[in-house]
């Protein structure tokens, strides 16, 4: 089988593609036909009297996503979508479609999910999944390499993980059973006997928060090492991390087009290099004077650029009644775009002020709320690591800091341009009396974490690790505004269907 992707070892020589009908158009006895193999997109003009009756009816017969075979003379040609052409010679349907429901208009994003099992086919949607891909061949390459062994841990638990509020309850057989939060307990295990390991997985959480940061059911990669400190663990982040963006710049180029990517601040995280604060200094920077006036002059900011953009707007629009139809096009379209980033900059408007007084009024002891992690990484373009947190809004199983007893030495990866949150993290308590105590002052079932307290006992080590959240990772490589565009078929509260 030949694919569009490697139509350049093919030049000149004559090929079948399989594939669906992307678009089309006509113009009396020519086809142009966009062929979607899956690993690309390829013009194919079917002209009239190069092709046999049947074949020409066939093409004549093409509606959007028919499946079809084609088969021509490869031409390099720059102009044309992919670098290539295909010069006809025969056609075949595999089928006729229906009147496709995604069509180029605009489909609001309700519809969209309803047809995610189609709107998968669509090209941004087609280069985000490709990214994820690299993402994942990246997370592998990069742990292969450096001697850790990937293990699974289970997905049905007797146990809570992250804290008891929200959990997925099963049953199983005739026991109470969870849907798993996080392998790393397990991997606290495994790390005992392969020294390093990454467990790879699904895990589930029952937020009942519909933000663009949380899904039901999520990926996520947790490391656990042997003998790492807190700082290594943070070394090994960054370098992860640095790793994974270098990899989808240097591979997805072509992807990162597609979704119109601007990679500037990416290639700053690829230099790696990532600033490290504490919590309480990110506290002090919240509630600075600093971060009052940046976020007033943010407002001035966005003000004068709609200013702007209105103006632009109608100029251009006094411009479109004498216009020639190509520039009417062109017109229509920055028109709609300058909606768009109006639309932004007035949400940034209404939202700015809450911004401020949640930022301004934080209290030593707090979680940072999503846009609290927003402002604080507002003034770098590489993410941020935030270590010592307060002990009582971290896990059960984070040990504490030796030089302060209220922080816990746990590790928050923090993405740039409003993505937050993407890796957590933290040094284990090894202790076995500490460790009992803590399950007891979370109000934990001892029982079930007997497996977890006997690691303790025999051979106990230092030892860290970390999660990293896959789709958003995802989210913020691709520059998407929702996780639910990260994942083939995203889990979300109300969203259980395609
Ligand atoms: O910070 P979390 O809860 O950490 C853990 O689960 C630890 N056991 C990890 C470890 O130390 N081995 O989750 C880790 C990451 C978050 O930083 C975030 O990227 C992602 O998982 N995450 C979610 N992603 C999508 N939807 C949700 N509801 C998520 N909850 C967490
Ligand atoms: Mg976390």
């Not at 940046?294 to 103006?311: G, H, N, P």
């Amino acid at each position: 089988m030949v694919y569009i992707t490697n139509l350049s070892d093919h030049v000149d020589e004559e090929v079948t593609l399989k594939g669906w009908v992307y678009n089309y158009r006509s113009s009396k006895n020519l086809y142009f036909v966009e062929l979607r193999d899956g690993s690309g997109i390829c013009q194919c003009v079917v002209a009239k009297d190069a092709v046999s009756d049947d074949a020409w009816e066939a093409a004549e017969a093409l509606r959007q996503e028919s499946s079809v075979e084609i088969t021509g003379k490869v031409v390099e040609d720059e102009r044309s979508i992919g670098g290539h052409e295909l010069q006809v010679t025969d056609l075949n349907i595999f089928q006729v479609a229906e009147d496709y429901p995604i069509t180029p208009k605009d489909h609001g994003v309700e519809f969209l999910m309803e047809n995610r099992h189609l709107w998968l086919r669509s090209r941004r949607q087609w280069a985000a999944m490709r990214v994820r891909n690299e993402i994942i061949y990246a997370i592998h390459t990069f742990f292969q390499e450096r001697g850790f062994v990937q293990m699974d841990a289970p997905i049905f638990t007797g146990n809570a993980a992250e804290g008891t509020t929200n959990l997925f309850e099963t049953e199983y057989f005739e026991e109470e059973a969870y849907l798993t939060q996080s392998g790393q307990l397990y991997g606290e295990a495994m790390a005992m006997a392969h020294g390093l390991i990454y467990t790879f997985g699904p895990t589930f959480r029952a937020e009942k928060s519909k933000t663009r940061r949380h899904l039901t059911e999520f990926w996520m990669i947790e490391p656990e090492m042997a003998f790492y400190d807190l700082d290594m663990d943070m070394d090994l982040a960054e370098d992860f991390i640095t790793f994974i963006v270098n990899r989808v710049l240097d591979r997805c180029p072509k992807e990162l087009d597609i979704l119109d990517r601007d990679t500037s601040k990416l290639c700053k995280t690829a230099e790696g290099g990532f600033p490290r604060i504490s919590y309480s200094e990110a506290v002090e920077q919240l509630r600075s004077d600093e971060m009052a006036e940046m976020l007033d002059q943010m407002v001035e900011d966005r003000k004068q650029e709609a200013e702007e953009l209105k103006e632009e707007r109608e100029e251009i629009k006094k411009e479109h009644g004498q216009a020639k139809k190509w520039r009417k096009a062109q017109i229509d379209q920055r028109v709609k775009e300058i909606g768009m980033r109006l639309d932004e900059i007035e949400e940034d408007l209404r939202n700015i002020p809450t911004w401020r007084e949640s930022a301004l009024n934080f209290e030593w002891g707090e979680d940072f709320g999503g846009s609290d992690e927003t402002l604080l990484t507002m003034k770098y373009d590489t993410p941020i690591l935030v270590h010592r947190f307060p002990a009582e809004i971290k896990a059960f199983y984070m040990k504490r800091d030796p030089e302060d007893e209220k922080l816990a030495l746990a590790v928050d990866m923090l993405a740039p341009e409003g993505y937050g949150e993407i890796i957590g993290g933290s040094e284990r308590e090894e202790d076995l009396d500490t460790l009992k105590k803590r399950i007891d002052e979370h109000d934990l079932p001892e029982d079930v974490f007997q497996w977890y307290i006997d690691l303790r006992q025999y051979g106990s080590v230092p030892h860290s690790g970390f999660g990293l959240g896959l789709e958003r990772t995802v989210a913020w490589l691709c520059g998407l505004d929702h996780v639910r565009e990260t994942i083939p078929f995203p889990r979300m509260m109300g969203r259980l269907t395609p």
